[in-house]
């Protein structure tokens, strides 16, 4: 897989259903590339931990409340990370064109450039390895995410675009 191209934009986002292997995909390809990760599973997480006293957090426990904040911090670390001229991963599930255009935004008001790479992984597949986490998404969560799926085009405007195939 050539990524090469990928290698001098400032903002690489990493996308695809739950169960996809973005987490996999992001090390594996851009692991020692000096790249800064963000990623909102992470930062919802921190926040819940953080405001309950290190009570743990768990996928039952997302409040669709949070998300907005989860949002501008997430927001708020890549534009500190780009000020600061260092490259981004975004690892989400963006599965539609309106959650991709955040990050597409963020590098057009900051003058920089943003890729994506979609990983196009069958539905079978990402809830087979959704069952084997620690703490599984609801099933139902990844259905519905897989119904409304629009895959990434280049009239989205990303300076590269990819569509992995995963397995």
């Known amino acids: 897989m050539d990524l090469t191209k ?13 169960g996809s292997g973005k987490a996999q995909f992001s090390r594996a390809f851009f692991g ?5 990760r963000v990623n909102r599973w992470e ?11 290190g009570e743990p957090w768990s996928e039952e426990r997302y409040s669709t ?4 904040l989860v949002k501008h911090v997430e927001r708020k670390i890549i ?10 991963l975004a690892e989400n599930t963006c599965i539609s064109v309106a959650s991709r255009k955040t990050y597409l935004s963020i590098a057009r008001q900051m003058h ?7 990983l196009d992984t069958p539905v079978a597949t990402c809830l087979e390895r959704n069952r084997a986490r620690e703490d599984p998404v609801p099933e139902r969560v990844i259905a519905e995410l897989a119904a409304a799926l ?4 280049a009239g989205e405007g990303f300076d ?8």
Request: some cysteine.
């Open 6 to 18: 990928f290698g001098n934009l400032d903002i690489v986002l990493v996308c695809g259903l739950p």
């Open 32 to 36: 020692a590339s000096g790249r800064r």
């Open 43 to 53: 930062i919802r997480r921190m926040l819940y931990e953080m405001t309950t006293f």
């Open 65 to 68: 409340v949070d998300e907005v």
């Open 79 to 88: 534009e500190h990370l780009l000020q600061n001229r260092l490259s981004v």
């Open 112 to 118: 920089r450039t943003a890729g994506v790479v979609f």
């Open 150 to 153: 629009e895959r990434p085009d």
């Open 160 to 167: 590269q675009l990819m569509i992995a195939s995963g397995h």
